[in-house]
C-alpha cells in the first residue's frame, strides 16, 4: 500500500500526517514518536511505502484550524484505518467524545456495551494509530487524573487545556 507522509509544524512539535490516495487519514503522530508510527503501520498493513509529500489540504487545513481554535474542525476528517473489530469501536467511540470533554476509560467501555472492560478499551486506546482526529487524549483515569497517552502527558494536558480553554471562549 502507497501512503503519503506529510511532517507538518504545530504547537506541540513536528507532526506527522500519513494519508492514502482518497485522502484518508491513515496515521497521526508525533516526531518523536515515529518508530511507534511505523510499528502500528507495520502492524495493521504488512507492506507500506511512505512518500513525503504534503497531506491533502483539507487535512491540513482542518488540523490548522484546530490548532488555531476551532476545536470542531477535525470531526469531519475521514480516517481510515486497521486494527480489529473490538478497537475499531473503541475508535469509533473515542470520536464521539465531544472537544473539550473527557471520560474515563471505564465511562468508554460502558458507552460501548463492554462494561468491566476498561483495560481491554485503554489497551486499543493505547493501539490508536491517529492521534489527536481520534481524541485518544480525551480519556482520563477514573479518579479524573491525566493516564498515559501516546504522544506523552504534557501533550495530552495540552491538548484538553487547549480544548478547554476555546470550548470557553466560544461559551461566553
Known amino acids: 500500500m502507497q501512503m503519503q507522509l506529510e511532517r507538518r509544524e504545530s504547537p506541540l512539535g513536528t507532526v506527522l500526517i500519513v494519508t492514502d490516495a ?33 497531506a491533502p489540504l483539507g487535512v491540513a487545513h482542518a488540523l490548522d484550524a484546530y490548532f488555531s481554535g476551532e476545536i470542531d474542525a477535525l470531526a469531519a476528517l475521514g480516517v481510515a484505518t486497521g486494527g480489529t473489530a473490538f478497537q475499531q469501536c473503541v475508535w469509533g467511540a473515542l470520536r464521539q467524545i465531544p472537544p473539550g470533554g473527557a471520560i474515563s476509560y471505564g465511562e468508554l467501555a460502558t458507552r460501548i456495551g463492554r462494561v468491566g472492560a476498561s483495560r481491554a478499551v485503554g489497551h486499543a486506546n493505547g493501539s490508536n494509530p491517529v492521534a489527536i482526529v481520534v481524541p485518544c487524549h480525551r480519556v482520563i483515569g477514573a479518579d479524573g487524573s491525566l493516564t498515559g497517552y501516546g504522544g506523552g502527558i504534557e501533550r495530552k494536558r495540552w491538548l484538553l487545556d487547549h480544548e478547554q480553554r476555546w470550548l470557553k471562549a466560544v461559551s461566553t
Not at 30 to 41: G, I, K, P, S, T
Open 22 to 54: 482518497s485522502g484518508a487519514l491513515r496515521a497521526l503522530d508525533f516526531v518523536d514518536y515515529e518508530a511507534r508510527m511505523h510499528r502500528l503501520l507495520r502492524l495493521h498493513y504488512s507492506g507500506y511505502e511512505l512518500l513525503e509529500r504534503a
